[in-house]
């Protein structure tokens, strides 16, 4: 059986780069044949030319203030054209994707990806904070009635959506076969819409057992540090950081380039050196979702703070789901994370229950088109 999946492909971010993986590689182990539909639309598109000049007419207007505006650029772009190598890599090693490099959903209806089934998700495939959830492809809107057509762990990210778009997503989700997402929020939103048959999964990375992340991906730091992944130049984060840093001689380290007061970035570091970072940590510091679920994944002790931007369902929910929420915090708290010890024998059986009832979800979906 062929199953084509469709997510935020291409865009250099570690979690949707993981999350990604782990869909295909589940489905692979299951016996099934599976590539992800190599679709890079313009709005999704990160220009890592040494010449790709700001959108800001301040730089542009003037072509000597535009040359100094690149020259001043320079050290950065070559920063992120090797971090680009080291996603490419892992993208080509270990993510099958569609020789056919779509742009358009009306690409994707006039020279059809062949396949059985087709899988939309997971990530925020449907954050119309973002161009993405206003995109019919992330919607299988090109996919043929007669095909099988699910969504797995399909996230909105945030509370509701604008009104407008509101006729559109109904829509297109009623026409989806079988249809899961990632958060509550998620739910109330589909619900609201009169949609009713959805199932709460989690992301694809909890499909892939512990050991298999650990002996694939992480190799051995032999350091002690905390890890920060903030991707807001959060001064509390940075706060609690250094004070733990400094009451147990602790080494930071972090993957973002923001964060001055690390001891080692690793910026250009790909997938492989973040798996490695948290699974080595000795505490997890961040704003981001994959940096929990690995952080949970690796039985880290963590704290998780939330973004500037209205994107927070998905900390939320999870850490709600786990009975963690005292840990996650807003954005101006302060907590000691040094007295955090977190029960990994209580926590690992809700995740277990979890992880089972997100498996059934996909198996069940796609044993409907087998039978």
Not at 23 to 51: A, Q
Not at 132 to 141: C, E, I, R, S, V
Not at 302 to 315: A, C, K, P, W
Request: charged content about 25%; overall charge positive; aromatic content about 14%.
């Amino acid at each position: 059986m062929k199953i084509k999946t469709i997510t935020c492909h291409k865009v250099y971010n570690y979690g949707a780069i993981l999350q990604e993986y782990a869909l295909v590689e589940y489905l692979k182990n299951m016996g099934y044949e599976v590539e992800t539909i190599n679709y890079t639309p313009n709005y999704l598109t990160y220009d890592f030319s040494f010449f790709a000049n700001s959108s800001n007419p301040k730089y542009s207007s003037n072509l000597f203030v535009k040359l100094l505006y690149l020259i001043g650029k320079i050290p950065h772009r070559i920063l992120a054209l090797q971090r680009k190598k080291s996603f490419d890599y892992f993208e080509k090693k270990f993510i099958p994707s569609t020789n056919y490099n779509y742009k358009t959903n009306e690409e994707l209806k006039k020279n059809l990806p062949i396949a059985d089934a087709y899988i939309c998700g997971s990530d925020q495939i449907w954050n119309s904070f973002f161009q993405n959830g206003k995109d019919p492809a992330f919607y299988l809107d090109f996919v043929p009635e007669d095909k099988l057509k699910i969504s797995y762990a399909a996230s909105f990210a945030i509370e509701d959506i604008e009104e407008e778009l509101k006729p559109f997503v109904k829509e297109k989700v009623n026409k989806l076969n079988k249809i899961s997402v990632r958060e509550t929020s998620g739910i109330n939103i589909l619900n609201e819409l009169g949609i009713t048959k959805v199932t709460q999964v989690l992301d694809p990375v909890f499909l892939i057992d512990k050991e298999i992340w650990k002996e694939k991906f992480v190799k051995l730091i032999p350091e002690k540090y905390i890890f920060v992944y903030d991707m807001d130049s959060n001064e509390q984060i940075k706060k609690i950081t250094k004070h733990v840093s400094k009451k147990y001689k602790l080494k930071i380290y972090t993957v973002s380039s923001n964060i001055k007061y690390a001891d080692k970035a690793f910026y250009t570091g790909g997938p492989e050196m973040f798996l490695s970072l948290i699974g080595n940590a000795t505490y997890v510091i961040g704003n981001s979702f994959h940096a929990v679920a690995f952080s949970l994944i690796f039985e880290k002790n963590f704290l998780v703070f939330d973004r500037n931007e209205q994107i927070n369902t998905r900390m939320r929910d999870i850490m709600n789901l786990l009975d963690l929420s005292h840990l996650h915090l807003k954005i101006d708290e302060f907590k000691e994370i040094d007295t955090i010890d977190i029960d990994y024998k209580i926590v690992n059986r809700k995740l277990k229950h979890e992880i089972e009832k997100s498996k059934f979800f996909i198996n069940s979906s796609i044993k409907q088109k087998e039978c």
